[in-house]
């Protein structure tokens, strides 16, 4: 699956949080992912650690609720929220 492929970092992960303005606690009941391994995540820096599920579900949360991440291609790496479809 592309997800493992994704080099997704904690810094990438509270600005995700942030253009979705959730806490630590939404992207704990987004993702499924624990309250406290979500801290514990995030109180590193550098690469998401952990394990491979862990991280797939964290991004994956976060890839539903509208965050593009943006691959290292030169430019750094970053994301951006995706436009909405107005119905």
């Known amino acids: 699956m592309g997800l493992s492929i ?3 970092s ?13 806490s630590q606690d939404d992207l704990a009941t987004h993702s ?8 514990r995540l995030e109180s ?3 690469s998401v650690g952990g394990r491979v599920e862990t991280r797939e ?3 994956a949360a ?3 609720g509208g965050i593009v991440f943006i691959p ?6 970053g994301l951006r929220l995706a436009k909405r479809l107005s119905n």
């Open 6 to 8: 994704l080099k997704v």
């Open 10 to 22: 904690i810094r990438q992960i509270k600005a995700a949080r942030a253009l979705l303005n959730w």
């Open 32 to 39: 499924g992912v624990s309250l406290p391994t979500i801290k």
């Open 44 to 46: 590193s820096d550098g």
């Open 57 to 59: 579900a964290i991004i």
């Open 62 to 64: 976060l890839q539903k």
């Open 72 to 77: 290292e291609n030169g430019g750094g790496a």
